[in-house]
């Protein structure tokens, strides 16, 4: 989880959803995630809420995310939601976070990375890092949309509800058409 803390509610769905489909989820919040407390509630509570889904400690340091690679610890890293700005880090390989770190210490093993984007500036800025990494092997997105087209005109968020489809796409190393949808 990346620091779009409003989509932290849909996201927090579908862990649900995904722990009870049967998968074995390990929590991962960026530095900023775990200890940034806003206006969609404290980080503790966050915190606590993924530990309480998972059953698991969530690792937020790059030294938490570093062995999941090496050690194979998954078979598919979501990161849900996946801001503009990790998305540039992802893009060019900036491994300055536990979120970047876990995806790197993934990919390094071959394995797919699924993303969940939520960005301000997804048409803006963090369009080109959007190409870039539908262009990157491993790489694979949950379908995106405009959510305010009119007061966000460069906005785009995934549709979270499509997170579970996604995860089983990547999983057979295919990327769930159409990745932009209206």
């Known amino acids: 989880m990346c620091g779009s803390f409003c989509t932290f509610s849909k996201a927090f769905e579908q862990m649900e959803k995904l722990v009870r489909d049967g998968y074995d989820v390990i929590p991962i919040m960026s530095q900023n995630a775990c200890a940034t407390d806003t206006r969609f509630g404290k980080a503790a509570d966050m915190v606590q809420r993924a530990e309480t889904i998972t059953g698991k400690r969530v690792l937020c340091t790059s030294v938490d995310t570093e062995p999941i690679g090496p050690k194979k610890l998954c078979d598919l890293l979501l990161i849900a939601p996946c801001t503009g700005n990790t998305l540039a880090k992802l ?5 300055d976070t536990s979120v970047t770190m876990a995806a790197k210490s ?3 093993v071959l394995r797919p990375v699924l993303l969940c984007p939520a960005t301000n500036d997804a048409l803006g800025a963090s369009a080109q890092n959007i ?3 539908l262009n990157t092997k491993n790489i694979f997105f949950v379908p ?3 959510d305010d087209p009119v007061k966000k005109p460069h906005s785009l968020v995934a549709d979270f509800d499509r997170i579970p ?3 089983r796409a990547a ?3 295919r990327q769930v058409q159409p990745v932009f949808i209206g």
């Open 144 to 146: 995106m949309r405009q």
């Open 106 to 108: 993934h990919l390094r």
């Open 131 to 133: 190409g870039r990494l």
């Open 91 to 95: 893009a060019l390989g900036v491994t």
């Open 171 to 173: 999983l057979d190393g």
């Open 165 to 167: 489809a996604c995860v």
